[in-house]
């Protein structure tokens, strides 16, 4: 299994970045795929997760800045965040969650059971 992510970057306060995640290895379409992301000397952090047939939760911390989708066609996860903070900086991976097609209520936990990418990282500027 393979999970890669892509488009982190270094981006100003207020501005936008789309990130994507592909899979391969496993069938996408009967996974629930979740966001994470985590800052240096932090835990890991649920940021979104989103199930087999499209049904999304979001963590506090970015809800209503970001949005999360999949193209199950594609394999491919997105997350669309908007209205960046320096706060935002972080690493941000993605996980496929293994043994589930929707979100359990413990999706935010960064469990090693499931499936993750290197990352990619997103800075933002003040």
């Known amino acids: 299994v393979q999970v890669v992510e892509s488009g982190g970057g270094l981006v100003q306060a207020g501005g936008s970045l789309r990130l994507s995640c592909t899979t391969s290895?496993?069938?996408?379409?009967?996974?629930?795929m979740a966001w994470f992301r985590q800052a240096p000397g932090n835990d890991r952090d649920g940021v979104s997760c989103?199930?087999?047939?499209?049904?999304?939760y979001y963590a506090h911390s970015m809800e209503g800045r970001a949005t999360v989708s999949r193209d199950n066609d594609k394999n491919t996860l997105y997350l669309q965040m908007a209205s960046l903070k320096p706060e935002d900086t972080a690493m941000y991976y993605c996980?496929?969650?293994?043994?589930?097609?929707?979100?359990?209520?413990?999706?935010?936990?960064?469990?090693?059971?499931?499936?993750w990418g290197q990352g990619t990282q997103v800075t933002v500027s003040s």
């Open positions: 989103i199930s087999w047939s499209g049904v999304i």
């Open positions: 290895g496993l069938s996408f379409a009967a996974y629930g």
């Open positions: 996980a496929a969650l293994r043994g589930y097609a929707g979100c359990p209520s413990s999706w935010s936990d960064a469990t090693d059971d499931n499936y």
